[in-house]
Structures are given as structure tokens and as C-alpha cells.
């Protein structure tokens, strides 16, 4: 289609859909073009962004044409258009979720007052560094899987890469919207800042330190969405409950995109995990280099990476922090609103893991400040439903495998185990027997050569590579063999 057509066809949807504004140079829910001055703000914060894209957004895509998602309405049915676009014309904007007439805020010492259109003055900090925070975490991703296009096994694997990389872009511009329209001067400084720290950029790295980490092969691409956008669908489920409204519609809109990512995530393991068993079966070993399949073991290796990193992404197990931001009202729970309590947890307690007497023990503390642990959990649980299907797929290709995450201790950087070594089973040994098995445990150089080896692109539509199974089905009632991505 025409780009003029295209634009014709996007615009005649939103009106009859949505409240967003395609007209805009920056397409809005929010009335952009009432605030002038908050407009011509990110007017100028768009091209740099634009340049960001280009310099380290996804490599050499600049002109293939994309089966692609845009976001033209925020209520959960219907919202997206899918249409052939180049990614540096994809349509970065700012939506957020409906407001809900006369919302409450939910916990905190600020309970049942309505929720805040404003900053409040005296958490003006906190705020801006949750969104700080969240905000890196965005384009963060985007350099960590740059070249990632590079080595796709299919164009649907591809398609898909480039819709979520489109996607974490947007997410940026949510949470710079919020620092530019709610935090002034500062807020203008840190939406710069977004694009001056890079990921694994050792003078200005990404805050989170697994968002430093590069997404070199597709198996750890799979395990990144699975793992790590999880992490995400949890961080932003608890700042969807935050009293400053702004930012829980930014983040409510967030995770409906939030869901393809981790759908992408599970099921291309899923694809991966069938075709190893597959192998193995047929010829009788986990050994199935030599077949070109990743075995079993080392999937549990990239699982155990993974896992573990993102398991630090929650923060410290006893969190000041996390108990001021929560008393404060600005990030609840993951689903505050379902949980049966009072909402204030001055006089509750929860476990947390800690190390006595030689071992890992579980210890009553704080509601309050195990905020982050019971988060943690939640995630966990989360990650187990997937790893539990997994092993379905093995178990039905009748192989006697089954793939288990990590225990909490494994591999920690942040909270109460850095700095102490463990089994992935939690059994505390020294350093240097630690450091002996690290290999055994997780990805070593000759693993990840052998994985990337694998990683030879695959560009015929219809085509997979031999490392994985096709996806049962297509992309918005396409079939399989759709071109998804036209390579120019
Ligand atoms: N790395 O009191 P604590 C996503 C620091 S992913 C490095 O436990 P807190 C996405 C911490 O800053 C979701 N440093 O911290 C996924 C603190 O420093 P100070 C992203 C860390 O604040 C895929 C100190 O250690 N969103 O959306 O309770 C693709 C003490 O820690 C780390 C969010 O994270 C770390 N991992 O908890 C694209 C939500 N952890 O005060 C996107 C917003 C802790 O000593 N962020 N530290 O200088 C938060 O809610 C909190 O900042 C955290 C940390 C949960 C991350």
C-alpha cells in the first residue's frame, strides 16, 4: 500500500475507533496539542530519538518493509492495525489506558483518596526514579538485541523481533512523556539522559545490570522474552497500581503490548525445547550437536543465566525502598486490588530467604520491606507455568528430561546472596568450586559458539531454521509461509 493510502487507512480506523490522534507528528491520547510548550518539548526530543533508532536501534532494517502492529486504540478489544511499514516510519507515541472515573488509590497510607493527576511534591524523587528506572530498561532493550536481525531462523521470528523492538521504543515514549509533562527541567534532563546511557557501555551503562547484558544468539533472545520482559509484565502490574494516575494509564496501556513480547518469548522456547526433543528421540542421545539441535542440558544452561539475572531485577530482599514506595502509594503489588488485606501492611509479615547456620532458611520480616520478595515469588511461579509446559513437550517426545529453574541463591548479584556461591539447587559451596562448575552450569564460550554457529539466517518465507519447529500458526490470520518481512 501507498504510504499516503496507509496513513488514509490508519486515520479513517482511529476515527472510528479511538481517541488517538494520527494527524500529530506525535500520535496522542493526551491532547498533546493543547500544551504547546509541552508539545514543542518533545517535538525536539523526537528527532534525537529518531537518531538514537537509527545508530542502535536494529541493524540494517532501515528500509525492509514490516508486518507490523500499531497501536490505534487503548480499549483491550481492537486495538491494533498491522500493515506493511518500515520501522523509521512506524508511529512512536503517547497513549495511555482510559481514565477510570473517580479512581482510588488502592494501599498505602494514602488509601481511598483519590488518585493523584499530579506529582505530588513531597514524592516528587521517588517517582521520577521508578520511572527513571523503567523508562532505561526500554531502549535498553533495543541495543541489547541489535544485531539479532541479522541471524533470524524465519521471517515470522523476525517480524516479530522488529514488532517487539518497535514496541520497548514506545514504551520509552510513554515513560518520557511523563517526565517531560509532570517533572520540568529534570524531568526534560532524564528523558536526554534515556538516550545518552547505553547498554554494556562501560563509562554509562543501563541502570539494571541485566540490561547490560548482550542478546547475541536467538536462544538467548527467546529467554530474554520469556524472562526478562516477565519481569517487566510484574514491574509494571505494580506500578499500574500507583496513586500518581499518569502512570498507571501508561502502564496499564504497557501490558497489553507486554503480552506479545512473553508470548514470543514462551512460545519460540517452546519451538526450540520440541525440536530438541524431537531429535533427541529420533536418534536416541541428548547429544544432538551433530544433528544441528541445541540439546536439552544446554537450554538449562541459557535457563539458568536468565533466570538468575533477571531474579536480581526485583532488588533486595528487605527494601527500604520498596516499603516507603509502597506506604507512599506509588508502586503496589502485583494485582493490589485482589489481594485480601488491608492494604497497608504496617502490622503483616512475609518469609524471605536468608543464609544461617550453612544454609538457606526462610525468616518472618516486614510486609512492608519484603515487598520486592513477595514480587520475586510471584515472578517465579509465573516462570514455572512456562517451564512446566516445556517439559510436557519433552515428556510427550518421550524423553526422560525435565528442565527446572534455578533455586533463588543461584548466581545472585543483587540482595542477600551476593557475593555467596550455590548450586542451582541452593547447596552453598565456596567460590572456587563454584567458579570450577560455572561452565557446567551456565552458557561457556564453547557453548555460545556452538549456539551462535546455529545462527544462520533464514530469510525464504515459510522457511525455519533446523534448531526449531514452525509456530502452529501465523501473525493476524496470516499463514505460516507469509512474507512478514519484505529485506531490502
Ligand atoms: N541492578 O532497595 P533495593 C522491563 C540498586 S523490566 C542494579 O532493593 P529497590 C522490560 C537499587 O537501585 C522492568 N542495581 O532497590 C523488560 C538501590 O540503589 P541505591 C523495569 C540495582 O529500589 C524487557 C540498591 O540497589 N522496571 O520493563 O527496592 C524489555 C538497593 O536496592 C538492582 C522496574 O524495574 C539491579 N538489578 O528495587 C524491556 C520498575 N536492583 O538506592 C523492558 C522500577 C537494585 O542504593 N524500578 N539495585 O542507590 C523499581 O521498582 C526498583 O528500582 C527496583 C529496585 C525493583 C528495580
Known amino acids: 500500500m501507498e504510504p499516503e493510502n496507509k496513513q488514509i487507512t490508519i ?13 500529530e507528528t506525535i500520535p496522542n491520547n493526551v491532547n498533546l496539542s493543547g500544551d504547546r510548550r ?3 518539548a518533545l517535538e525536539k526530543w523526537q528527532p534525537a530519538f529518531l537518531n538514537w533508532w537509527d545508530e542502535l536501534g536494529p541493524e540494517a532494517s532501515a528500509n525492509h518493509e514490516i508486518f507490523l502492529r500499531t497501536a490505534i486504540d487503548v480499549s483491550p478489544k481492537g486495538w491494533a492495525h498491522f500493515d506493511m511499514v518500515k ?30 493527576q499530579e506529582v505530588p511534591g513531597e514524592y516528587r524523587s521517588e517517582l521520577r526514579r521508578l520511572i527513571v528506572t523503567q523508562g532505561d530498561t526500554e531502549p535498553a532493550s533495543v541495543e541489547q538485541q541489535r544485531l539479532l536481525g541479522l541471524t533470524c531462523p524465519s521471517l515470522y ?4 523481533l522488529f514488532q517487539i523492538n518497535v514496541e520497548e521504543g514506545r514504551h520509552l515514549w510513554a515513560m518520557v512523556y511523563l517526565l517531560h509533562a509532570y517533572f520540568g527541567r529534570d524531568g526534560r534532563e532524564e528523558a536526554e539522559e534515556m538516550l545518552m546511557r547505553h547498554a554494556g557501555d562501560e563509562d554509562k551503562p543501563r541502570i539494571l545490570e541485566a540490561f547490560n547484558v548482550p542478546t547475541k544468539d536467538w536462544l538467548s533472545f527467546f529467554m530474554f522474552t520469556f524472562f526478562q520482559d516477565r519481569d517487566g509484565k510484574f514491574q509494571l502490574s505494580s506500578l499500574a497500581e500507583s496513586g500518581f494516575d499518569p502512570l498507571s494509564r501508561s502502564c ?15 512460545n519460540g522456547l517452546g519451538r526450540v525445547v520440541l525440536r530438541s526433543a524431537q531429535l533427541s528421540a529420533d536418534n536416541d542421545t541428548l547429544e544432538i550437536q551433530k544433528y544441528g539441535g541445541i540439546p536439552l542440558p544446554m537450554i538449562q544452561k541459557w535457563m539458568n543465566f536468565h533466570f ?12 527500604t525502598n520498596a516499603a516507603n514506595f509502597y506506604t507512599m502509594g506509588l508502586k503496589g503489588r502485583y494485582m493490589e486490588n485482589k489481594i485480601d488485606d488491608d492494604h497497608l501492611l504496617e502490622n503483616d509479615s512475609f518469609l524471605i530467604p536468608e543464609f544461617k547456620n550453612g544454609k538457606v532458611m526462610m525468616n518472618e520480616v516486614s510486609a512492608l520491606t519484603s515487598i520486592n520478595e513477595r514480587l520475586r515469588n510471584d515472578y517465579r511461579d509465573d516462570c514455572q507455568r512456562g517451564v512446566d509446559r516445556w517439559n510436557k513437550i519433552i515428556s510427550e517426545a518421550g524423553i526422560e528430561y525435565s528442565l527446572t529453574l534455578p533455586h ?39 557453548d555460545r559458539e556452538f549456539v551462535m554457529s546455529l545462527m544462520v539466517p533464514v530469510t525464504n518465507p515459510g522457511e525455519m531454521a ?13 499463514d505460516i509461509d507469509y512474507e512478514y518481512v519484505r529485506l531490502h
Not at 538468575?308 to 528487605?318: N, T, Y
Not at 551476593?418 to 567460590?431: A, L, Q
Not at 533446523?466 to 496470516?478: C, D, F, N, Q, V
Request: with cysteine; glycine share 8%; aromatic share 12%.
Open 408 to 446: 533463588t541463591a543461584f548466581n545472585r548479584n543483587i540482595g542477600t546472596f551476593r557475593n555467596m556461591y550455590f548450586t542451582p539447587e541452593g547447596r552453598p559451596i565456596s567460590k572456587e568450586k563454584f567458579e570450577n562448575q560455572r561452565n557446567t552450569w551456565m552458557p561457556s564460550a564453547a
Open 308 to 319: 538468575s539475572i533477571c531474579l536480581d531485577l526485583f532488588g533486595q530482599e528487605k527494601s
Open 38 to 40: 509541552l508539545q514543542r
Open 11 to 23: 486515520e479513517r480506523e482511529c476515527r472510528l475507533m479511538s481517541t488517538i490522534d494520527y494527524k
Open 466 to 478: 533446523g534448531w526449531l519447529t514452525a509456530p502452529s500458526r501465523g501473525i493476524h490470520g496470516k
Open 252 to 266: 496499564r496501556f504497557m501490558l497489553t503490548e507486554e503480552a506479545h513480547h512473553m508470548f514470543v518469548g514462551e
Open 87 to 116: 520501522m523509521p516510519e512506524y508511529r512512536w507515541g503517547i497513549f495511555l489506558a482510559a481514565e477510570e472515573e473517580e479512581r482510588k488509590i488502592g494501599f498505602g497510607q494514602h488509601k481511598g483518596e483519590n488518585a493523584w
Open 157 to 160: 521470528d523476525l517480524r516479530s
